[in-house]
């Protein structure tokens, strides 16, 4: 029901009817549409994701993933690691100092960080920097122009200038990422922080708890080794579910900072109707998000030795 036709990308301006119907032939859209939906699947499932129609024209649709994927996970497992990090300590810092200052105004922060969306913050901020003339630190882009992409061995741009010691680009790219990270690990962070914080209260309240410190256990042995394990099997699943959010997010992110993502890539297959690289990006965050699942599904039997 979306505009375009697959079968005219790839013919000349002045094509005949018959060379039309050889490529709807050619590309099985004759086929009934049950038909084509179970050879969909099968090419999906053995790698056959077929050319780029417009973006990338005439590029395997499987080699332009492997290429800009990492670009987005890079930035993914950095954002998740410092907004996990720093929303568990954030939130536990708030829930042992409930309703005192720290807490009022942490709590004052993370209700106006989850009320911005992610693309709103990011344009907010790539707004203030053109306002104010900051040109320390960048905003827009992966790299400077003096320095040169390593090889690819990974893919992953971050590992490969470390493999190939070309130690400048690690540092002119990770310099590049400060922005998109922060905007990204803060809406993440605000989130993380109040589950935990509401997860610690609650764990702080239960009997085990007073028996614990009656038995003469201190504050931090009774947080480390019996709240913070509790509380966190709740944040988990919070984190698991919000992960779409995150892949969500690096759409809006990636075309305000112009960063050669995934998600740049899915706004270019979109607005340019390229079918088959649009269908592969969707196919490629619905197989992320469940990786992510997995993961925190073990996650709960490791901290939790009753799920085990």
């Known amino acids: 029901m979306l505009p375009g036709d697959p079968a005219m990308y790839k013919l000349p301006p002045n094509f005949t009817p018959e060379e039309y119907a050889y490529e709807v032939r050619r590309l099985g859209l004759d086929q009934p549409i049950i038909v084509q939906f179970f050879v969909y699947m099968f090419d999906v499932f053995t790698g056959n994701w077929g050319y780029s129609l417009t973006v990338h024209r005439s590029k395997e649709v499987w080699g332009l993933i492997g290429e800009f994927l990492p670009r987005s996970l890079e930035i993914m497992f950095i954002t998740m690691f410092l907004a996990i990090f720093l929303g568990v300590k954030a939130g536990k810092y708030m829930a042992i100092k409930r309703n005192k200052p720290t807490d009022v105004g942490l709590r004052f922060v993370t209700y106006i960080g989850s009320s911005i969306p992610s693309y709103v913050g990011a344009y907010l901020i790539a707004a203030f920097i053109i306002q104010t003339g900051i040109t320390i630190i960048p905003f827009s882009g992966l ?42 690990t803060f809406i993440q962070f605000v989130s993380i922080a109040r589950q935990m914080r509401s997860s610690m209260l609650e764990v702080l309240e239960m009997d085990f708890i ?6 003469g256990c201190t504050q931090r042995m009774v947080l480390k080794k019996y709240a913070l394990r509790n509380a966190a099997l709740p944040t988990i699943s919070h984190t698991s579910m919000t992960f779409p959010r995150v892949l969500a997010s690096f759409i809006p992110l990636e075309v305000a900072f112009n960063l050669q993502g995934i998600g740049r890539l899915f706004y270019k ?26 993961i925190a599904d ?10 085990r």
């Open 210 to 215: 007073t028996a614990a410190y009656a038995k």
């Open 269 to 294: 297959s979109l607005t340019h109707t390229d079918y088959n690289l649009m269908i592969a990006c969707v196919f490629t965050f619905a197989i992320a998000s469940l990786v992510f699942t997995v």
């Open 298 to 307: 073990v996650l709960f039997a490791v901290i939790d030795p009753r799920i």
């Open 143 to 184: 790299k400077s122009g003096y320095t040169e992409i390593p090889p690819a061995i990974t893919n992953f741009w971050l590992l490969d200038s470390i493999l190939t010691r070309n130690f400048a680009f690690f540092f002119d790219y990770l310099w590049h990422l400060i922005v998109p990270i922060s905007v990204l």
